[in-house]
């Protein structure tokens, strides 16, 4: 293999498994020995810095780092730490951080931004370019900001209060709100003459089933997101004892949590693949079944049973699921009977689809043809160069850290196009490489490895819980459970960085390596020195870090994927060949 | 600084035939400089005995007085351990193997605790073919005591503060083959390659098995100037050829090209392939040994690698022709068998 090029901000980026699996990149390490340093307004700036949306993100977030997370790698039952939750642990205990929020110019630069959607896509724009001195309207069919965090995720998951503060911070900037404002036609804001138009109006028309009864059953049937919204809304206050949830995605599991508390007492959901199949998150599944519903899945939804002009209940058909060569699945029916299930309520919650019916066709936005605005990945751009898209609304429905990072690289393009700059002139990150030395076996960071287990949210008594929707579930941790659980954090930004030049070759770094993942050897192409090294590489989605040539014509090969960063290698090292070097790498915002 | 290594080994590590990592041969975390050879030969005890599949309950380290002596501590932390007097590891290891021949004896010194002051300890340790493995981590120098000329320095070696040295070296491998030992080998802590495989064969052997093995101490005596740094022994080392060392249990896959290899079977069934041994040295015959040691010390190469090795080796015990069953476990009844025993003794010699 050729010497691997650290100098590529990639490298060390990807090293960082959560901050690389983070969609906006966020410096979780950074933030967590914050967190545990008890510098919970520094750890809250980070991440608002780069997630906008702490508080939320730390009850919400899909938490995609989590698995990517190097602690659930290293055996033992470890499990990822819980960053998601850390992140709360900063946003609870913080101070007041009004001051440290960027100050936006009086003198504004003259461009004007019109962004539809109020939701986290387009305040992330907001946030990016009001800064700048950007003139920005903001236009939203709901009475305030937030979009689908205000009216579609519960309550007992986000409190009112922590939404409202977070939202406020980027309104108050001085954002031109427009609110209780359908956007009926996009050629009426583009007759306004902005300079450029921002789309981020998300996924909003919920998938319905056309099944036999469906007319019949009128009102006892409803769009799961059409029903959210209008509990968040207060129009809807309570439902049927019986309900059926269909659906095995997150909404379905707001749906039946929700509905357990509007007066729900038989309320399960009904999914047509197999359990471990389901789209909803673990730990969303998890608390459903935590508050007495059950998750009946291989049912697939046949009709609805109506008798006298009032919903009945439901029969489903039970499959199974087969997989072929390729392990493409489908679901073949058993052939057992139908299997009746007894309902007031049905709550359909099976997916949502893009509507841009208010875009019309002659304003050179192109559609494709799964009737989807055509948006570059890179830029958020569209056919039209004025306009940009973002979060749900660009490629369909994802989640609130994605919106966030499209809003970042949508704001950037934003920002060059009004300097009439190309928009493909992308920043390069903000990298930085520094020693935590501070003295012979000294580190400026901690590098002792814990062994303490993931340790548990603690969350509200049940009985209270479902007696009130608004009551949030999750306590969070305490500052001193959340110090414990930082310290989990292997602090993987905290790099091993090789100098071949200084190298004796003495062997000292692999013998002291706990986990065996540095190796002299003669170099070979990849696939043959992954097996040649101390411990199997299997990994292939961890890079080797090789060097050049050593005085024996050998090569260092480290294999980065269960590295613990706990720097021993570079104790041990006679030579300071190895040293610990904290990588900072955040992504560019716009005017940056 | 660290003073335990986190408990997370790597999740793929290999079992060996008893279900064992290595991590379950290793030990406490080396209070030894960064960097020094003694680290790595205990590296590479851990490697040997792990892929030896040995219990670690049947193995018994034990050492004199240095940094070398340490190392004990730093692997196979769950085996029996002896730190004796300095230079005195000999006689102990002698205790022990009479009084308990089942247990596998691995003693560790260093060259001031072999060659200075265990000098007549060795000695009688390699003359009287005690069954044990016998390592020495030489470094030409006494590292705990700050790194003063050792009786391995050789001439004209200088340590890091120190002057040339002005008095002749002990070369410990010619000294035991003059000694009569039985396994005779050489190798160097930053080429594990050689170490393993060595340190298996020398397990295997039955009888005194020595390996002095060159070992830096990268901070009184890895510069320039000295002759046991790790840039001039990867300078002058010479391999006598490549070991490579098939465990009794294990098929050997690997082609050897006939009459180029010699191929020992050991007196535990294991096979030890030695290959590309250089044409003037025949291992199995001491005076060739002797010659070729000395040739190469002439011309200031290190001769590494196998150098001798008698097959047809006998321990102490078959010399004695001590009890099968270990001293240890025999009982009162055993040893004192009564007096019908006796009278029959009596009688048998009038
Ligand atoms: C039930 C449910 C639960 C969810 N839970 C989570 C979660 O826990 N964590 C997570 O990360 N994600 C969650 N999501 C997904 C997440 O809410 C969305 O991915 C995210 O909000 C998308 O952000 P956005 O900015 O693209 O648009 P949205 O948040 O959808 O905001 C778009 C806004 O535009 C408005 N709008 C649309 N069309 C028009 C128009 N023509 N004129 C004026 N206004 C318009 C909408 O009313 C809305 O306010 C959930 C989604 C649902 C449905
Ligand atoms: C009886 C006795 N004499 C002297 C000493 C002091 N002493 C301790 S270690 C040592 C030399 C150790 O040298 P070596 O065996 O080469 O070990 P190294 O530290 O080099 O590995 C000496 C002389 C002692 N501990 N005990
Ligand atoms: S251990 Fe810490 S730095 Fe490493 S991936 Fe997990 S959270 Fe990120
Ligand atoms: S920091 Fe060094 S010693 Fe620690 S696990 Fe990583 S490579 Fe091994
Ligand atoms: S410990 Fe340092 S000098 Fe020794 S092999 Fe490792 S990197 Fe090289
Ligand atoms: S003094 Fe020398 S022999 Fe002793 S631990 Fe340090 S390097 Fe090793
Ligand atoms: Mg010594």
Redesign the interface.
């Known amino acids: 293999m050729n010497p691997t090029d650290i100098k590529n901000p990639e490298y060390f980026h990807k090293v960082v498994d959560c901050q690389y699996a983070c969609p906006a990149h966020t410096p979780v390490p950074e933030y967590i020995r914050l967190i545990a340093a008890g510098r919970y307004d520094d750890a809250y700036m980070v991440n608002w810095e780069s997630n906008v949306f702490p508080g939320i993100l730390g009850r919400t977030c899909d938490r995609p780092c989590e698995p990517a997370c190097r602690r659930g790698?290293?055996?033992?039952g470890?499990e990822p730490v819980a960053i998601c939750r850390l992140k709360r642990v900063a946003a609870d205990n913080k101070s007041d951080i009004s001051a440290r929020l960027p100050v936006v110019p009086e003198q504004k630069n003259g461009k004007r931004i019109a962004l539809i959607g109020a939701g986290p896509a387009s305040l992330t724009v907001a946030r990016d370019l009001m800064p700048l001195g950007y003139n920005i309207d903001i236009y939203d069919n709901q009475f305030a900001g937030g979009g689908m965090m205000r009216s579609q995720i519960p309550s007992f998951r986000l409190p009112i209060t922590v939404l409202d503060e977070e939202v406020g911070y980027i309104l108050d900037m001085g954002v031109v709100t427009h609110f209780d404002t359908e956007v009926s036609s996009l050629a009426s804001i583009v007759e306004k003459d902005y300079d450029a138009i921002f789309v981020g109006t998300g996924a909003p028309r919920g998938k319905g089933l056309e099944l036999p009864g469906l007319e019949e059953a009128g009102k006892s049937v409803h769009i799961g997101i059409d029903w959210l919204a209008s509990v968040a809304f207060e129009h809807t206050e309570q439902i049927g004892k019986r309900v059926l949830v269909l659906g095995g995605g997150n909404t379905a599991m707001d749906c039946c949590r929700t509905s357990r508390r509007l007066g729900g007492e038989d309320v399960r959901v009904v999914v047509r693949s197999p359990f471990a199949d389901m789209k909803a998150s673990p730990w969303e599944k998890e608390d459903a079944m935590h508050e007495g519903i059950p998750i009946l899945d291989n049912h697939v939804p046949k009709e609805f049973v109506v008798e006298d002009g009032k919903l009945q209940g439901m029969l489903f058909e039970k499959v199974k699921a087969e997989y072929d060569a390729n392990g493409k699945r489908s679901l073949v029916p058993t052939g057992e009977d139908l299997v009746f299930m007894p309902a007031d309520d049905v709550l359909m919650a099976i997916g949502q689809d893009n509507a841009f019916p208010w875009v019309e066709r002659d304003l050179g936005v192109e559609f494709d043809k799964w009737d989807m605005p055509i948006v570059d990945k890179t830029t958020f751009q569209s056919t039209n160069p004025k306009v940009f898209f973002g979060g749900d609304a660009a490629f369909g429905p994802e989640n609130v850290i994605t919106a966030v990072a499209h809003g970042h690289q949508a704001a950037v393009s934003i920002d060059l196009f009004c300097r009439a700059e190309p928009v493909s002139k992308r920043p390069p990150p903000f990298t930085n490489l520094v020693t935590q030395k501070m003295g012979?076996?000294?580190w400026s960071y901690d590098?002792?490895?814990e062994?303490d287990k993931r340790f548990m949210v603690p969350m509200a008594p049940l009985e209270e819980s479902l007696r009130n929707r608004k009551l949030e579930v999750e306590l969070g941790f305490d500052p001193a459970t959340g110090y414990r659980e930082a310290e989990r954090c292997f602090n993987c930004d905290v790099q091993t960085v090789f100098e071949e030049a200084r190298c004796?070759?003495?062997?000292?770094c692999?013998?002291?390596c706990?986990?065996?993942?540095i190796t002299f050897t003669e170099n070979a192409e990849e696939p043959v020195l992954r097996q040649q090294l101390s411990?199997?590489a299997?990994n292939p989605t961890q890079d080797l870090y090789v060097s050049a040539d050593l005085?024996?014509r050998r090569v260092m090969v480290k294999d980065e994927d269960?590295c613990?960063h706990?720097?021993?290698c570079a104790?041990?090292?006679?030579?300071a060949a190895w040293d610990m070097q904290k990588f900072l790498y955040n992504v560019a915002k716009a005017g940056q | 600084?660290?003073y335990?290594?986190?408990?997370?080994?790597?999740?793929?590590?290999?079992v060996n035939d008893l279900g064992y990592t290595?991590a379950d041969y290793e030990g406490a975390?080396?209070t030894l400089?960064?960097?020094?050879?003694h680290?790595?030969i205990?590296?590479a005890i851990v490697r040997a005995c792990h892929e030896l599949s040995l219990e670690p309950h049947r193995i018994a380290k034990l050492s004199g007085i240095g940094c070398s002596s340490k190392t004990p501590t730093y692997f196979l932390g769950k085996s029996h351990g002896f730190n004796s007097v300095h230079g005195r590891m000999p006689s102990v290891v002698t205790g022990a193997a009479m009084a308990n021949r089942d247990l596998l004896y691995l003693g560790v010194s260093g060259d001031g605790d072999t060659a200075s002051i265990g000098m007549g300890q060795f000695a009688h340790a390699v003359r009287r073919n005690l069954n044990m493995v016998y390592i020495v981590m030489n470094n030409g120098c006494y590292g705990l005591t700050k790194g003063q000329d050792s009786a391995t320095a050789d001439e004209g070696s200088a340590s890091k503060k120190g002057d040339p040295n002005p008095f002749s070296a002990i070369d410990l491998p010619g000294l035991a083959l003059q000694l009569g030992a039985t396994f005779v080998a050489r190798s160097f802590?930053?080429d594990?390659g050689q170490l393993v495989p060595l340190i298996k064969a020398a397990i295997s052997h039955r009888g005194f098995a020595l390996i002095d093995v060159v070992s830096?101490c990268?901070t009184f005596n890895?510069n320039t100037e000295s002759t046991k740094s790790?840039?001039f022994v990867?300078d002058h080392a010479q391999a006598t050829g490549t070991v490579d060392f098939v465990p009794m249990r294990e098929e050997i896959t690997t082609h050897y090209v006939a009459g180029k290899t010699h191929e020992v079977t050991m007196h535990d069934g294991s096979v030890l392939h030695l290959e590309k041994v250089s044409e003037n040295l025949d291992p199995f015959d001491r005076l060739s040994a002797m010659v070729t040691l000395e040739q190469h010390r002439a011309k200031g190469h290190i001769l590494t690698g196998l150098i001798y090795m008698d097959k047809d080796s006998r321990d102490l015990h078959d010399v004695l022709e001590t009890s099968r069953r270990p001293l240890n476990a025999l009982q009162e009844p055993d040893l004192c068998p009564g007096n019908k025993v006796l009278a029959n003794i009596n009688a048998s010699l009038r």
Do not use: W
Request: proline content about 11%; charged content about 20%; glycine content about 10%.
């Open positions: 790698r290293v055996g033992n470890e012979i076996h000294e590098n002792a490895v062994v004796i070759e003495c062997d000292a692999v013998d002291i706990p986990t065996d993942c411990a199997p299997n005085p024996t269960v613990l706990c720097g021993l104790e041990r090292c006679p030579t | 600084m660290s335990q290594s986190p408990t997370f080994r790597h999740p793929g590590l290999p290595k975390i080396s400089c960064a960097g020094c050879g680290d790595s205990s590296g802590s930053g594990k830096p990268v890895n790790y840039d990867r």
